[in-house]
């Protein structure tokens, strides 16, 4: 059992020796990783603003929850004070309209926060690819310069 596990430990060090000074002679391995590090960097960002933009939703919704809950208290309010079975009909008849009003207001301020979220992160993508691949080019003449 015990021959086993120095058995992986040494193939495990014989690889990560091998990787450790790894190079081919037509790869920059330093660019790649660079490269690799800048992809890392625009996939974070993006986490972090989605994120953002969840959080931001999730106070809007509750701050539209507690502004709902404010309307339909005043709502009973004045559905009980009013004076005719008219004037309840038509206090009835307005708070469903602003009702109706808030909730498109809302979704509309929900959908134009995600549709900016989603087009800031899909900038930053498109962007990191067109520098990606000017890296590319570049490091592709670099060598051909070289050589």
Do not use: C
Not at 23 to 40: R, Y
Not at 102 to 117: A, F, P
């Amino acid at each position: 059992m015990a021959t086993q596990a120095n058995e992986k430990s040494g193939a495990k060090n014989q690889y990560s020796d091998f990787f450790k000074n790894f190079s081919l002679p037509q790869f920059n391995m330093e660019a790649a990783i660079d490269a690799h590090k800048k992809n890392l960097e625009v996939f974070s960002k993006a986490h972090k603003a989605a994120l953002s933009t969840v959080k931001e939703v999730h106070e809007l919704h509750g701050q539209y929850a507690k502004k709902m809950l404010d309307d339909m208290k005043s709502h009973m309010e004045n559905i009980r004070s009013a004076p005719s079975n008219e004037s309840r009909f038509k206090a009835h008849a307005d708070s469903l309209k602003n009702s109706f009003e808030n909730s498109m207001n809302h979704g509309r301020e929900v959908m134009n926060m995600w549709s900016r979220t989603h087009r800031d992160i899909t900038d930053s993508f498109a962007k990191r690819v067109k520098d990606g691949v000017e890296e590319f080019k570049s490091n592709i003449k670099k060598k051909s310069a070289k050589n």
